[in-house]
T-cell receptor, first 111, second 117 residues
Framework: EDQVTQSPEALRLQEGESSSLNCSYT??????LFWYRQDPGKGPEFLFT???AGEEKEKERLKATLTKKESFLHITAPKPEDSATYLC????????????FGAGTQVVVTP | KAGVTQTPRYLIKTRGQQVTLSCSPI?????VSWYQQTPGQGLQFLFE???????NKGNFPGRFSGRQFSNSRSEMNVSTLELGDSALYLC????????????????FGEGSRLTVL
């Protein structure tokens, strides 16, 4: 059975304290791995899509990497506005339009 | 460029009623998918439409249905509402998910918050 597991469930950081979120997956065929950010009461905001092992993408203080078994979202020198729930999702081969999501990591950054 | 628009944003229904939610995708996007988000189950895929055809469906009962119009706008309907249907319903659009193409990007709307009493 295809599975997507995110860890930790919650993360509390001091402003400027860098950290990494993990998304591990066990799937039959990966077409792409997505990262989203979600603020309370809002829809997920697209961050990155990664397609192959070794790929990296960056956006401001965020950097996403992908291996054959997992993906990491690195947050460098976070600010309070980076507080959100971060979701990863996989798009499987022969699965049109469907993303399978992990449970998310809730990140709180304090000043 | 306008994003994905969902209406209504909030609604309250009672058990046994039905509800219809609407989604207007980003201009030029032909693929629309729907998700249900609850605290216990997270984000769960409902179905996906491309050019008015349902191409994929998640594991939800037949009370959940949808359709897509020729202008790519989509609606989903839930009949005979149950308490457990209370959730945030999210619509997402993409330029296309044709087999053999790269996945690209998938953009979500703000959602429709449904409360069933």
């Amino acid at each position: 059975e295809d599975q997507v597991t995110q860890s930790p469930e919650a993360l509390r950081l001091q402003e400027g304290e860098s950290s990494s979120l993990n998304c591990s997956y066990t799937v039959s065929g990966l077409r792409g791995l997505f990262w989203y950010r979600q603020d309370p009461g809002k829809g997920p905001e697209f961050l990155f899509t990664l397609y192959s092992a070794g790929e990296e993408k960056e956006k401001e203080r965020l950097k996403a990497t992908l291996t054959k078994k997992e993906s990491f979202l690195h947050i460098t020198a976070p600010k309070p506005e980076d507080s959100a729930t971060y979701l990863c999702a996989v798009h499987l081969t022969d699965s049109w339009g469907k993303l399978q999501f992990g449970a998310g990591t809730q990140v709180v950054v304090t000043p | 460029k306008a994003g994905v628009t969902q209406t209504p944003r909030y609604l309250i229904k009672t058990r046994g009623q039905q509800v219809t939610l609407s989604c207007s995708p980003i201009s030029g996007h032909r693929s629309v998918s729907w998700y249900q988000q609850t605290p216990g189950q997270g984000l769960q895929f409902l179905f996906e439409y491309f050019s008015e055809t349902q191409r994929n469906k998640g594991n939800f009962p037949g009370r959940f249905s949808g359709r897509q119009f020729s202008n790519s706008r989509s609606e989903m309907n839930v009949s005979t509402l149950e308490l457990g249907d209370s959730a945030l319903y999210l619509c997402a659009s993409s330029s296309g998910w044709l087999a053999g193409e790269a996945t690209g990007e998938l953009f979500f709307g703000e959602g429709s918050r449904l409360t069933v009493l």
